[in-house]
């Protein structure tokens, strides 16, 4: 426990109160309810949750608030999803991997490709800008290496970088100046400056993992990031400084991504490949992008 939680938590015996238990894990679905491509966790402005790989695999599922789960898309054929991103306007981005595709969804589940691309490896993971410009991991898990794309608001296709670890999680912070993409099987967590018509420059290291794996990642309102430890059992908080600041032990081993959402949007939701299902835990500060569609 940081400092900061043992002060509230002194302070809340001696007065009496009782105050939220923070970072611990329980089931928000049953095991099973996913299968093990269980990924891509966002949601909407109501509270819903989706996921991929409900119930069975080129599916798109969605769970309400209270925890009841449902098929929302069943996949095109020949398309797989994998992240899941929001706009401000309620559309849902889906990474396709076997189709090399960004798919774009409605809140009715009408699925059309947004951006396409033959010489993406498989667009795995996905973050977004608050004016809409989306980045794509990419990556080869075969020959150890990956790829960075940046999709613009009209679906066209940028190659930002080529020649990377196993390009995985990516997501932008919270000011939107900055760029995170960490590489799986290397165990690097990058950072790039990043301006406001998606460019990136001064990439640099910002924690290099010992072991385990890495996943997806969510940033929240205050700029820490959130990082998934495949293998690993864990949730790491980590600072905008690159300081490690938090370890969330989860019931499942193998976290494959994190949102964040409920009433306050201080609710994170994990996917679980090896429990097949969401498991969940409370923050202190709000999910960026939940902040930013919310405002």
């Known amino acids: 426990m940081n400092k900061n939680l043992c002060v509230l938590t002194l302070a809340a015996a001696l007065c009496g109160c009782q105050t939220e238990q923070l970072y611990k894990s329980s089931d928000f679905t049953k095991p099973g309810t996913f299968t093990a491509e269980a990924e891509g966790?966002?949601?909407?402005?109501?509270?819903?949750?989706?996921a991929v790989s409900y119930d069975y695999k080129e599916t798109i599922g969605k769970v309400t608030p209270d925890g009841q789960g449902s098929i929302f898309i069943k996949m095109p054929k020949g398309?797989?999803?994998?992240?899941?991103?929001f706009n401000k306007k309620e559309e849902m981005f889906i990474a396709d991997y076997t189709g090399h595709n960004v798919l774009k969804a409605d809140l009715q589940g009408k699925v059309s490709v947004f951006a396409h691309n033959a010489k993406m490896n498989q667009p795995n993971d996905l973050a977004i800008m608050n004016n809409g410009i989306l980045f794509a991991s990419d990556p080869n898990w075969k020959e150890g290496t990956g790829n960075l794309w940046r999709i613009s608001k009209d679906g066209k296709t940028t190659l930002l970088e080529s020649g990377m670890g196993t390009t995985n999680g990516v997501e932008v912070s919270s000011d939107q100046k900055k760029l995170y993409v960490n590489e799986s099987k290397q165990l690097n967590l990058w950072v790039y400056d990043l301006d406001s018509a998606g460019n990136l420059s001064n990439k640099k290291l910002l924690y290099k993992?010992?072991?385990g794996g890495l996943d997806g990642m969510r940033c929240d309102a205050a700029g820490n990031l959130y990082v998934t430890r495949w293998g690993s059992g864990v949730v790491v908080k980590i600072s905008p400084e690159g300081k490690l600041l938090e370890?969330?032990?989860?019931q499942g081993m193998k976290p494959t991504n994190i949102a964040f959402g409920g009433?306050?949007?201080?609710t994170a939701y994990v996917t679980l490949a090896d429990r097949g299902n969401v498991e969940t835990f409370r923050v202190e500060t709000p999910g960026r992008s939940w902040t930013e569609r919310k405002n």
């Not at 966790?41 to 989706?50: E, R, S, T, W």
């Not at 398309?79 to 991103?85: K, P, Q, Y």
């Open 247 to 250: 370890t969330i032990k989860l």
């Open 41 to 50: 966790p966002a949601v909407d402005k109501a509270g819903n949750l989706y």
């Open 263 to 266: 009433e306050d949007g201080k």
């Open 79 to 85: 398309s797989t999803a994998n992240g899941i991103r």
């Open 209 to 211: 993992f010992k072991d």
